[in-house]
């Protein structure tokens, strides 16, 4: 049953690697995520999490089902319509950060700005703004390979949030950081991602991260089940 | 067994390395090979060309000790008793040696009269290797051909050529062939008497070869003989004349070699920017080696083998593509390259295993050292800062290149004053090689300069290519050198060639006042004007006036080529007007010798100078004249002198004229006046008769083949100068996978990142080609007044072709963005976001 209010909702989603080590990846996927819900899916290496993130960011199509988004199926779009998409209404965490290398803190931060078109002025406000949530305004002149890893991380989100998409995914954001570190990072990603009254997935194997969600998800080879709710 | 494996480890490094970049190895190889290719192929065809250049002078001389010469006008025959009668010569053969025009054709055969008999005694294999009996030279139009004179001409025994002499045409008898490999040259030989009667050369003689008795010293009797000699005559061993005559070519000739050279370079600048890039890329590979326990040395070593690879791989190719090259141009163009030097000589292909090496060795040495320096860096780079993202700007900051490099520059420009060695601009060479240099060493610093004050783009891509380009300065700049290394040459060529065809074209003007030009022969020497045929031309309805001129080559000094005498109506007080004089001139005082106006070529081989005394060989004893001027001659590289006709005339008792000057009657039709001067010259005779506007054509056209061969060496130095920029972008690109990724995820289409890479290629070669056309310009500022100056005595008044230059530019520019499009293109053909899952 698809709710007209979602944010996101999959339906009986199936996606298959071909090739000579042919393999079903995911099967027959159900999952909807409202505005302002956090949720987390956890599972096992190799069982599809990225690949599921991937498909709800129109970075990959599926071999049958749908992803709504906002209320457009993602399969029907062209490449540059899904990457208007998620220019204008999605955000990333990545594990490895991925700030990048040759511009500042604040560039990078920027660039989604940019990217839709925001005026320099404008942009630089709401790049300091986003530099002040998270905790690193001082760091707004730094280049990336003078930060610690929680210091990227924390980047890494506010460049995820600083246009105030309707959707952050965050694929294993603390897999490598220590834990206070990564407790700090969650609670801010967390935080932000309410404060823009956005939705948000976490794909972890981290019990205590997707501890911080509101619902997790356990991805198997038999699909989606949810776990817990809070 | 840790060797081994530390050997293992070594070789898995490279070969992981070439083969995920199979693609630039493949362009770093071929760039070498490209180089090294053109330097064996015009070092080859130059060196063949040369050795038979040689070889026929020689074969010429045969067995001869010493070889007597004057130019064309030549010397009484009585003097060769007299120096045949000498203790010290064992044999003396005499001998009449012109160009003649051939009937019909614009070209000249070399025609020799030899006294079969004499000339045996000196050249026994002339005669031993002759197919057909000595005895059929003694038919008065009887002549022996070479068979490549006799390939060139399609004529066999039997046949009739046709020679111009004077006005007239005259018919001789191929007797036969001359033996094949004896004389590969293209030359005629015909019995001395006969040579002397129908070249209208009675009673002279303008060649004496001598053997001397055994035990006589060589160079004492040499200097002995001069006392006999006339005016003019000088004696030379053959080794000499060999030398004396491919000296004429030999700056020619360095500068195809210079300009070989550069591709090489070029190719090897190529290898370098490979290497520093993926030495760059690879950075992380090469600290996690380090951790795991690779020596510093050892990993120095892996990646200069891997520059030594190419450069054997790319040298190997090259010259063996170089030798077949060469083949093909000698097989199909033959040895001249386009300048006429070598026109005439038929070589085979000389190949030569001790330049072949050099060559090989210079571009094998050349790659090793391109990769040697990032290397070195590579190996000294901390593990722990190397394995981070965005080390590599860091790890090129540590070579301070900036000082260095001004220091190149500011070497260069104190060498530009320099004069030549031995008659070479060897050094104006070096000045462009180091301005060169220092330019690439100059460039991280130059590049920091100019990106920081680019202006910030409120287009993202446009907004992130400039924060790449102006966070990576060092890489930029690699890339950046890439064109400017060729770009400058190919710039500094084209000034230096617009300017000389833009003053050729104005000296032309300058030289060619009158509206017809009769000429006795287009070519050669053999043909003149008598006085009573002056007089008919002067006297022909619609001619208003006539001037002649009579040339003839003199030699001044031992040692130094010919020099063109051109005697013709000139008076002091009107020389600038019609010769064009560069610097000051002066009008003889009275009772100082009569005017005469040298060309720069004389000027400068002779060192002479305005109110110097310059005596020249003309008339029964050597006639003192005052140097009243220097003017710029184009047509002569040997060197010519202006004097008066009617003084020369005075002084020789020469009548004669070999081209005559007309200005017409106003309203006169030039096919009229053609057909008066055909009518009243006789049927038979023959001349030519062109326009100045023809001429001009002509000589252009002349020239801009002499420099085909220069822009085809330049184009090819150019599309290596794209390789690098190629090889450099796709290095970038395939290095920045997962930033592309990174912006795929945050919504970059691809066409912006297509638009970003374009962006920075603009940014990249618009730097490129501004620096280019400065230090082209730089360096053509030396190859006008210092390479050309000294290789050739002409001086040239500059002249920059805005609209060619502009026009390349723009090419290079939107090859250069094309180039980075297409290199994005390939690279996010792979699937870019999957990139992102990798660690930096």
Partial sequence: MRNSTSTLSIRLLNKTYGGPRSRLMLQDINFEVAPGEYVAVMGESGVGKSTLLNLIAGLDLPDSGSITFEGAELATLDDNARTLVRRDRMGF????????????????????????????????????????????AALAAAYPRELSGGEMQRVAIARALVHRPRLVLADEPTGNLDTDTARQVLRVLGEQIKRNAGAGILVTHSAAAAATTDRVYVLTADGLQLRTER | MAIASRGFAVIAVSAGALRENSGRFVLAVLGVAFGVALGVSVHLVNASALNEFKLAIQSLSGAADLVIRVPRAGFDESVYPQIARLPQVEAASPAIEGEAQIAG??????????????????????????????????????????????????????????????????????????????????IAVMDIASAQWRLQRLGRINRLDLRLRPGTDVESFRRQLAAFLPAGAEAVTPGAEAERGASLSRSYRLNLDMLALVA???????????????????????????????????????????????????????????????????????????????????????????????FWLLGTAFSTVGAALPAIEAGRRAPALAIRAGDEEEGLKKPGTTWTGAGLIVSGLALTPAPPIDGLPVLGYAAIALILLGTILLMPWLATVFLQRLPAWRFPPAMLAVAQLQATPRQVAISIDAIVTSFSLMVAMLIMVGSFRQSLDAWLVQMLPADLYVRAARVGETGFFTAEQQVVIAATPGVERAQFVRSQRLLLAPGQPAITLLARSIDAATANRILPLVGSSSIPQAGAPPPAWISEATADLFQLGVGDEVRLPIGAR??????????????????????????????????????????????????????????????????????TREIRLRSLTVFDRTFAVTYGLEVIAVL???????????????????????????????REIGAMLGCEGIVVSALGVGFGLGLGWL????????????????????????????????????????TAVVSGRRAMSNNVVSAVREDW
């Fill in chain 1, 93 to 136: 965490v990545f594990q490895a950060f991925h700030l990048l290398p040759h511009l500042t803190v604040m560039r990078n931060i920027m660039v989604p700005l940019a990217l839709i078109g925001i005026e320099p002025d404008e942009s630089s406000r709401m790049a300091d703004e986003m530099l002040e949530a998270v905790g690193i």
């Fill in chain 2, 720 to 750: 290596i100068g794209l390789f690098g920029v190629s090889v450099s972008f796709s290095a970038q690109v395939l290095a920045r996978r997962r930033e592309f990724g990174v912006l795929r995820h945050l919504g970059m289409m691809r």
């Fill in chain 2, 622 to 691: 050597p006639t003192s004249f005052t140097v009243a001027g220097v003017w710029r001659d184009y047509a002569r590289q040997t060197g010519a002198i202006v004097i008066d006709r009617e003084l020369y005339m005075r002084i020789t008792g020469d009548r004669l004229a070999n081209e005559a000057a007309l200005w017409l009657v106003a309203g006169s039709a030039f096919e009229q006046v053609e057909q008066a001067l055909r009518e009243r010259l006789g049927a038979a005779a023959d001349f030519e008769i062109t326009t």
């Fill in chain 2, 264 to 358: 090489l370079f070029t190719g090897a600048f190529l290898v370098f920017s490979t290497q520093v890039l993926s030495v760059l890329r690879r950075r992380s590979q090469f600290a996690l080696l380090r951790v795991l326990g690779m020596t510093r040395p050892a990993l120095t070593r892996t990646l200069v083998a891997e520059g030594a690879l190419i450069g054997i791989l790319g040298s190997t190719l090259g010259v063996a593509f170089g030798c077949a090259l060469a083949a093909l141009v000698l097989g199909h163009f033959g040895a001249d390259l386009g300048a006429g030097y070598f026109q005439g000589v038929s070589p085979e292909l000389h190949l030569a295993p001790a330049a072949l090496a050099v």
């Fill in chain 2, 105 to 186: 054709r614009t070209d000249t055969l070399t025609i020799i009269g030899l006294d079969p008999f004499r000339a045996s005694q000196v050249q026994p294999e002339f005669f031993a290797a002759t197919e057909n009996p000595v005895t059929d030279l003694f038919d008065p139009d009887a002549l022996l051909l070479s068979h490549s004179a006799a390939a060139w001409l399609g004529l066999k025994t039997g046949d009739t050529l046709r020679i111009n002499v004077g006005t007239s045409g005259i018919d001789l008898k191929v007797a036969g062939l001359l033996s094949p490999g004896a004389y590969r040259q293209r």
């Fill in chain 2, 779 to 818: 360096i053509s500022l030396i190859l006008v007044h210092v390479i050309n100056r000294q290789s050739f005595h002409w001086s040239v008044d500059m002249h920059v072709p805005w609209l060619v230059l502009a026009a390349l530019a723009a090419a290079i520019v939107a090859a250069a963005s094309i």
